[in-house]
């Protein structure tokens, strides 16, 4: 066991049995890696599990074929605020630009069953702050989390931002999950930071998320919660960004909708209510006013013959059964209307449900029709 | 010591006629029956020697063969019974072989000789139609809907002798009008505050489009699905023999023929043989055949069981079913609507956004949706419970019988340009019967490119636009750009699909 760079003993502590990430940070703030991974190997032995074979070339070689990168609580560049508050984090892996630690970050969190409002609301946020040159930190799950990177990713392939996502995961980096957003993470690995607590190799396990979602709280200034449900996983990043300080805020939703009622909540519960990238830039106490320009509302204005239909569909989601009582039209007319407002960007279908998009980024809310 | 008795046996849901042959004749006293028997066949025996014993006729202690004529075709079920009871009384010289001729058997035999019902009379009467012909009083009236020379009917085995002796005079059988159809009295007046699920049903019956209703529950899907064969044309001539041949070999009775549209609603849980026919030796034909002409309603349409469904796109395809069975390949009828009702996921959320169900359920139940069977959907439509303020404001929608009228100019117009449904029409068709308008080919372009219509979904909409045409008049032969929006708007994007 010699000849190891020091980020393979952090990394193999990892795998030593009975060593949580609490017991790994404690021996690394304290010792040398090497000298924490023999601690930890002893400590395990005391225990009788026994070490097998030379795991730490084993672990060196893992993370060296999969071009994964290792950061240590006392090795160089490893954020300090993942290193604080509770239930601290003492070795991560990463691929990616490590240097977006470095810059304004912005958490966007929310549910994995969004409607398709909520899922437009997150790509805009995500493209807004990307355009300002706030980095949005995630965890590319389904819904809100792989919308707010789709915005990014939007904004960084057609413009030169410097706003990056930051994708904290559940599985080890090898191990694209969910399985949808494989692009995704591909992209985010090339043209952002992907983070995991997990070595090369590991599985996605749900215990690991709720602790994945520390790590996200702790990387951001602000968490911003864009739908989610009262007991969904987006409220437990929330408390962890209320124990480490960190402002939240919400998205309002309409209090029809089961998925926008955890965010409708923390907002009676005193959390600041966003609606755009603006209105959080300028929580970040930044200028917004030039991503207003770079990005003011592109579609072409409704018809007017479509308004009223428009108008029928902004309330949430209907059905057509709904929009033809509401709006007295024909069927003919009706999907006419729905054809011009959807190709125009106005109105979104999910399976036979339209709602309406009123807002886009950046508009005053004074120029919107309601 | 020999005779020969005229009889029917059951494929599919065809007769076929059968000679039961009887020799008895010298040798170790027994009995056997050959030409392929199944055990209900088999049994036969036992039922025959009580019924003449209890008839106060002798079983002769000698040796006793029968054949079943012609002997390569495996026969079934109990129709033979009297059959082989005739046979034996004119083997032993009790009746004339002469009486018997010109003269058909169906019945099945009790223990006291009495002369019960048989599955499938109707079809095993019609394989002998140019015969008289002799079955149970009960069976009468199914016997009747084949139409055969003359039908007499008995009670007993001994009726039947003294019938065959001219002691007594046939009795002739009677219509069962016990079981005659009743119109059903369902409306689709009675769908309220839906005016799309409604246009949809309309739609449906007129291009014979299947349909997909999507939403939580007590949106009314099955309220709707029950009514739609009330939209649907009565069958007509070959239809409706067809029906009624399907629906005896199922072992239904009738008071006529069959002519009303049938509404068949299997349990999820149906096996395949339920759904498609089938069993071992006689096939009975299944929900897909009793629904032939008719309409087809699967309630929570992915909770089938995958092979269940997947064995259900060759009727949907070509409207019949093919079974192949060891002793011979049948081919059954299966031309219906299907109309399949589902949830939105397994919690039936209803609208985006309210679903409470975990991520992996969720998943599972959309790809079961996404599957090539839910492809053949060409009408898909979100349905959602009306309002309580619509559903006592609005008065009740418009009565099947106005519907009715539409529809059937639609299907009459479709019929005289094609010879055929809407639903039916081959991509090439579509060109020479469904010509584009400009603006609606640059509308469907547009969506095409836009990746919001595949290219399957492309021939569907322009199916379905055909027959919102028709259902407009027909007066003109393009298809114009307010069909393809309205075919568009019926087909809503559930799941993975387009």
Known sequence: ?370 | MFASINSSTLFGIQGAPVSVEVHIGAGLPGFSVVGLPDEACREARDRVRAALLSSGFEWPNRRITVNLAPSDRRKGGSGLDLALAIGMLVAQGKIDQAATDGIGFVAELGLDGSLKHVSGTAPLVAAMRDLHVVVASAAGGDALVAAPRRVAVADTLGDVVLGLQRAVEWRDAVRDVAHDEVAPTLDMGDVRGQPVARRAAEVSAAGGHNLLLVGGPGGGKTMLAERIPSLLPPLDGHDALTATMIRSAAGQRLGGLVRLAPFRAPHHSASMAAMIGGGSGAVRPGEVSLAHGGVLFLDEVGEFAPSVLDALRQPLESGEIRLARSGATLTLPARFLLVGATNPCPCGGGAPGSCVCNEVARQRYLRRLSGPLLDRFDLRVAVAATSPADLVDTGPGESTAVMRLRVDEARWIADARQGKSNARLSPSELDEHAPLSAEARALLLAELEAGRLSGRGYHRVRRVARTLGDLDGGGADVVCLDHVREAIALRARVGAMQ
Request: charged content about 20%; glycine content about 12%.
């Open chain 1, 1 to 370: 066991m010699s000849g190891h760079p020091d980020w393979a003993y952090a990394a193999a502590l990892t795998q030593v049995p009975g060593c949580g990430s609490t017991t790994a940070f404690r021996l690394l703030v304290l010792h040398e890696p090497r000298e924490a991974y023999e601690r930890a190997l002893a400590e395990a032995a005391s225990h009788g599990a026994n070490a097998q074979g030379d795991a730490v070339g084993m672990m060196r070689e893992r993370c060296e074929g999969s071009g994964v990168g290792v950061a240590w609580v006392r090795g160089p560049g490893f954020p300090l605020v993942i290193a604080a508050g509770p239930g601290p984090c003492g070795v991560f892996f990463f691929r990616g630009d490590a240097e977006l630690f470095v810059g304004r970050r912005v958490g966007i969190v929310g549910t994995r069953t969004p409607t398709p409002s909520g899922v437009y609301t997150a790509r805009e946020i995500g493209e807004g702050l990307s355009r300002a040159g706030v980095h949005v930190v995630s965890g590319l799950a389904k819904g809100i989390d792989g919308a707010a990177h789709d915005g990014v990713r939007a904004a960084v392939e057609s413009s030169a931002t410097t706003g990056r996502a930051i994708a904290v995961v559940g599985s080890g980096l090898d191990v694209v999950y969910p399985r949808t957003n494989a692009a995704l993470w591909e992209w985010v690995a090339h043209h952002g930071l992907l983070i995991s607590e997990h070595p090369p190799g590991a599985t996605a396990e749900a215990h690991h998320f709720p602790r994945r979602n520390r790590l996200i709280a702790a990387l951001s200034e602000v968490v911003v919660v864009v739908e989610s449900r009262e007991s969904g996983g987006s409220m437990s990043t929330v408390r962890h960004a209320i124990e480490r300080q960190r402002d939240v805020l919400a998205v309002p939703g309409s209090p029809r909708v089961v998925s926008a009622a955890g965010t409708n909540l923390l907002i009676q519960q005193g959390c600041g209510a966003v609606t755009s990238a603006a209105d959080i830039l300028s929580v970040l106490a930044l200028d917004h006013r030039h991503i207003d320009v770079v990005s003011r509302d592109e579609r072409t204005p409704p018809d007017p013959r479509d308004v009223g239909v428009l108008e029928a569909c902004s309330h949430g989601p209907v059905t057509l059964d709904q929009l033809m009582i509401a709006t007295a039209c024909t069927l003919a007319d009706l999907a006419l209307s729905l054809g011009r407002l959807e190709a125009t960007g106005w109105v979104v279908e999910e399976a036979g449900w339209w709602e309406a998009l009123l807002l886009r980024r950046g508009r005053h809310k004074d120029e919107c029709i309601s």
